[in-house]
Each structure stands twice: as C-alpha cells, then as structure tokens.
C-alpha cells in the first residue's frame, strides 16, 4: 500500500483560457475529456491509496467543467479524508453540479479573481458577472464546511480603494478562507505588458497591507498570498508547505516523495498514452533546504517538532539550520525572527521571501 496521505488530481480543461494564466490547462479540448478521466481512474486505482488519507485536492484547469455524469464517475474512487478540495470556477457551476459538491467535498475554492468586469477583461477572464452572482449564491446556499475565493490584485490601473472594494464584495460572503496573489507577467502567457502596472515590492507591500487591514475581523495571514479564519486554513497546501509527501495524478500534476520531486507530462495527449514523468533530481541536502525554504512562506515558518515531523528522507539537523539562519538574519537584518526553537520570516522578511529563500537554497 502507498504511503501518500495528501493526493492532488490535476484537471487541465478549461472553457477557455487566461490572458495571465500560467497553470497547465487547454481550452476546446473537451474531446480528450472521456479519455483522460479513464487514464485519471487507473492511476488512482493503480496508487493503492489507503482508504482514509489526510488530503485530497482537485484543481485544474477546471475541475468543475466536468459534466454532473463525469463527476459522478471520479468521485466514488476517490479515497475518503478529512479535507476534500475541489476549485470552481463560476461560468461552469449549477444546481445539480453543487449538490454533488457539496455531498462530497468538504472545501471549495471559487476562482473569481476580480467582481469588475473592465478587470477580467484586462486579464482575458471569460466570465460573466451574471455567472459569478450566480456560482457565490449557489456555494452559499450549499453550505460547504470551508469555502475559499480567490482573487488578483495589481491589474492594470487598478488603486488601493479599488482594491478594497474587490476586499469587500468577497468579505460580503460566509467565506473562511481568501487566496489574494498579485498579478504576475509569466512567460508563455498572453498577458499584455500594460495589464501589470504593480511596481513590484513596494507596491506589493501596499496591496497586501491593505488586505490584511479590510479583512482582519474575520480572517488572518497564514501565509503570503492566504487568509483564513481559524481552523479555515488549506489543510493540503499545509502539508505541501511542510514538506510532507503528496502524489499528484494528471498532467502537469507534481509528486513528492520525501526524495525526488517528480511532474507528469504537462500534455493531455502524452498524459493518456502513459508518457513517463520527468523526475528533478536533487542531492538530499538541498531537497532538504528547500522544503525549508518553502515552508518559511507561512507566518508560522519552523519549530523544532515541525521540522521533525516533514517527511524528508534525508534532513538536516535543527541546530544546523539555526546556525544557518544566523548568517542570513545578519545579512538581512529584520526579514527573520528566531529563536532556539523557532525560525520564522517577518512581516518585512516574507515580503522578500524570495531574497531568503536564495540564500537557503
Ligand atoms: S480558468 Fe484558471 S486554469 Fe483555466 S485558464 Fe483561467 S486561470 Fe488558467
């Protein structure tokens, strides 16, 4: 039987795709669907998964343009956990696809990423304001136990003040969890270069300190780009971030196995004729330093039992990971907090997290 006890399946359709979007993901390839779903099954199947894990995550793509049959088909093979993700997207949900949801997903991430349409225009976002009024009412209606909304900030000319307003039209719903990430130009994306007007750092700094302002009542930073009420936090990404082992299934989908780390063929086609994965292949000291490094994302960062409890084959000794903080704090003074039995990014720190995270790696 397999050790994995956080699963992550990877659905890349989509009805049609972002200006920014860098996920793997096709739009008009619903022909693939049927084929692709039988592919999913085996490997589910062939993973010999406990019948109980800690996580599953189903995101895409867009998990949800499933049709109501489709998921029907999927959802019994699936093992059960005590956190069952799956992201959404407005434009594809209705009655009878929530229902199924909700009988069987604890969580729900609806990606929106902006209420105003001149925005999603600008990010190339096909979807009405029709279609999201419609997709938070029927999540509201449905009661999920977590329900998360994802947004973007940092879109063309957009301010601070319409920035909250983005803050509080998410706000004005039961949500326990608000995913905010600031809009990046990545390569092979059809974004255009005046869509991004964020002056990076600084401007960063400001968006995110305003979120944590509008939204503080309710929700607090866990990590860079995520909020949640207590007990509200993606238990999956968690794990992910504290470097426990997780299997992802479907193209493009990563693995972990406290060793290597592992990607699928970010190709439907090669996906469903059993193309090999390509695995990164790193010496154990490093695997190590980034798992560590990835974790210092979050506002919690490392103690001592959290860094004993990551699944890694090979680790390295807490001390030594002390000592390795102390010459960085020293050459960034006041991006890190630490302790004897305590390493964590400061506010500040966590802003130039990738500056840390260089110097672990
Ligand atoms: S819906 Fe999501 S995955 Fe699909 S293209 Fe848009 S951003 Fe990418």
Request: hydrophobic share 40%; charged share 25%; with cysteine.
């Amino acid at each position: 039987m397999s050790s994995f006890r956080n699963l992550y399946i990877h659905i890349p359709f989509c009805r049609s795709k972002c200006d920014y979007c860098a996920f793997y993901s096709e739009a008009g390839r619903e022909d693939l669907i049927a084929a692709y779903l039988c592919r999913l099954k085996e490997d589910i199947v062939a993973a010999e998964l406990p019948d109980v894990i800690d996580t599953v995550y189903i995101g895409g793509g867009t998990p949800t343009l499933l049709s109501p049959q489709m998921l029907r088909e999927l959802i019994p093979i699936l093992p059960q956990a005590e956190e069952r993700t799956i992201e959404a997207n407005p434009e594809t949900l209705n009655p009878e696809k929530i229902s199924i949801l909700a009988d069987n997903f604890s969580r729900i991430s609806l990606g929106i990423q902006s209420f105003d349409p001149q925005l999603r225009r600008i990010l190339g976002r096909d979807c009405s304001q029709n279609a999201i009024e419609n997709a938070l009412k029927l999540i509201d209606h449905a009661q999920f136990r977590h329900w998360n909304i994802d947004l973007i900030y940092g879109i063309g000319t957009q301010t601070l003040s319409a920035w909250e307003w983005e803050l509080e039209q998410a706000m004005n719903w039961p949500i326990d969890h608000l995913s905010c990430y600031a809009l990046t130009r990545e390569e092979n994306t059809r974004l255009a270069p005046d869509a991004q007007t964020l002056d990076h750092e600084e401007r960063e700094a400001d968006m995110a300190e305003l979120t944590r302002e509008v939204i503080h009542r309710r929700l607090t930073q866990y990590e860079i780009s995520n909020y949640a009420c207590p007990g509200g936090e993606c238990r999956h990404n968690l794990n992910v971030w504290h470097g426990k082992r997780y299997l992802g299934i479907g193209a493009a989908a990563a693995s972990f196995d406290g060793k290597d780390r592992w990607n699928q063929a970010a190709d439907i086609e090669a996906y469903i004729n059993n193309c090999s994965a390509e695995i990164d292949i790193l010496a154990p000291g490093e695997r190590a330093r980034e798992v560590f490094a990835v974790n210092l994302r979050t506002v919690e960062g490392w103690n001592s039992s959290s860094w004993r409890e990551a699944e890694l084959a090979v680790s390295i000794d807490w001390t030594q990971m002390v000592e390795k903080i102390a010459i960085i704090a020293e050459k960034y003074p006041g991006l890190i907090d630490y302790g004897a039995d305590f390493i964590r990014l400061t506010q500040r720190g966590r802003d130039f997290w990738d500056i840390i995270a260089g110097e672990l790696i």
